[in-house]
């Protein structure tokens, strides 16, 4: 039990939609990242946010975008759903850095698996 | 980021010590080594962090060498519950929140 929580944990969509995925994190916790995760391959960071501004993107495009809010909740929307968006979308809480070692642990939520049709 | 190899798959058996090696050649100096554990359809779980020499916790050990270019994970007598994807990443302990992962290692537990 990580106290990182998704919802909803399945979600079908047809392609050409629009999809909100939610998280909250650790009581906290300032740091919040998603990920997606397509089947057989390892977690690929989409974007951070620290204290309700993005503090990092990786190689997604724009139509990714996320929100988080001061009561540790955020989310993750997706623009125009591509088949390939079929994936399980992770968020991962931390907090701030104190100290040199286990200060960067990410607390993972179960995620949400995504079937685009 | 430094990049890291690891075997794709790895089997073992119930009550065995399991060692999965890491290569991260490029690893730069403020980089740490960290392993996550996935088990299907969770999240992965951090188990282990380092920086060099050997750490031990509770339920693993991590042994890095003195020039830091590859890392060990040792998971002590193994069961059923183990099976698992282990990923090994390495970076900088401030930006690690925004984690490269590789494609890890399937380790399966047999009985």
């Known amino acids: 039990e990580t106290g990182v929580t998704q919802s909803p944990t399945h979600l079908i969509k047809t392609r050409g939609q629009q999809v909100t995925l939610r998280c909250s994190s650790q009581?906290?916790?300032?740091?919040v990242s998603w990920y997606q995760q397509a089947l057989g391959q390892g977690p690929q960071f989409i974007f951070q946010?620290?204290?309700?501004?993005?503090?990092g993107r990786g190689n997604f495009p724009p139509r990714f975008s996320g929100l988080q809010f001061p009561n540790y909740s955020s989310e993750l929307n997706v623009n125009a759903l591509e088949l390939d968006d079929s994936a399980l979308y992770l968020c991962?809480?931390?907090?701030?850095?104190?100290?040199?070692?286990?200060?960067?642990?990410?607390?993972f939520g179960q995620g949400t698996r995504l079937t685009v049709v | 980021l430094a990049k890291t190899t690891q075997p794709i798959s790895m089997d073992s058996y119930e009550g065995q010590e399991v060692n999965i090696t890491c290569s991260h050649n490029?690893?730069?100096?403020?980089?740490?080594i960290t392993w996550y554990q996935q088990f299907p359809s969770q999240g992965p779980r951090f188990i282990i962090q380092?920086?060099?020499t050997k750490v031990t916790n509770e339920v693993a050990s991590l042994f890095i060498p003195a020039d830091r270019k590859s890392s060990t994970l040792s998971l002590p007598r193994v069961s059923l519950s183990d099976t698992a994807v282990y990923y090994c990443?390495?970076?900088?302990?401030?930006?690690?929140?925004?984690?490269?992962f590789g494609s890890g290692t399937q380790l399966t537990v047999l009985p």
């Open positions: 946010y620290y204290r309700e501004e993005e503090n």
């Open positions: 991962a809480s931390s907090g701030d850095r104190q100290g040199a070692m286990r200060d960067t642990e990410a607390f």
């Open positions: 490029n690893i730069a100096t403020n980089d740490y």
């Open positions: 990443l390495v970076g900088d302990a401030g930006s690690a929140r925004q984690l490269t």
């Open positions: 009581s906290g916790h300032n740091t």
């Open positions: 380092g920086y060099k």
